[in-house]
C-alpha cells in the first residue's frame, strides 16, 4: 500500500492549494481517507475525513468553510482543497487511511499514511 500526497507549496494569505492524495495498493471505495497536518512544535492532528462508502466528510471547526475534501474513484485519489489560508495553516500534511472516519482526529486509528507535503502560507 503507498499513499502519495502532493500539491503543497508557497501561498499568500487568502490563496487556494489543492492538496492531493493518490492511492496504491488499496481502493478508496472501500477505505476511509483523512488529512493530518503538524506544524513546527506541535503535535499532529486530524482535521478532515472522507467516509468510504457513502462519501460523509468531516472537518474540525478551524477548517470548517474553508476546506473542502473529495475524492475520485476512478483515479483512486482523495482531494483536500483549501480556500482562505491563514498563516496558521502553515504545516506539513498528511493523507492517511482507516476502515472509517469515526475517530479521524485521532492518527492513532490510522494504518497507512503518504509522506506529506508543506503548506507555508505567508506574505
Known amino acids: 500500500v503507498q499513499l502519495q500526497a502532493s500539491g503543497g507549496g508557497l501561498v499568500q494569505p487568502g490563496g487556494s492549494l489543492r492538496l492531493s492524495c493518490a492511492a496504491s495498493?488499496?481502493?478508496?471505495?472501500?477505505?476511509?481517507v483523512g488529512w493530518f497536518r503538524q506544524a513546527p512544535g506541535k503535535e499532529r492532528e486530524g482535521i478532515s475525513c472522507?467516509?468510504?462508502?457513502?462519501?460523509?466528510?468531516f472537518y474540525i471547526d478551524p477548517v470548517k468553510g474553508r476546506f473542502t475534501i473529495s475524492k475520485d474513484e476512478a483515479k483512486n485519489t482523495v482531494y483536500l482543497q483549501m480556500n482562505s489560508l491563514k498563516p496558521e495553516d502553515t504545516a506539513v500534511y498528511y493523507c492517511?487511511?482507516?476502515?472509517?472516519?469515526?475517530?479521524?482526529?485521532?492518527?492513532?486509528?490510522?494504518?497507512?499514511w503518504g509522506q506529506g507535503t508543506q503548506v507555508t502560507v505567508s506574505s
Open positions: 492517511a487511511t482507516d476502515h472509517n472516519c469515526l475517530d479521524y482526529t485521532d492518527d492513532e486509528f490510522f494504518s497507512y
Open positions: 495498493g488499496l481502493s478508496v471505495n472501500f477505505y476511509a
Open positions: 472522507i467516509s468510504s462508502s457513502d462519501g460523509n466528510t
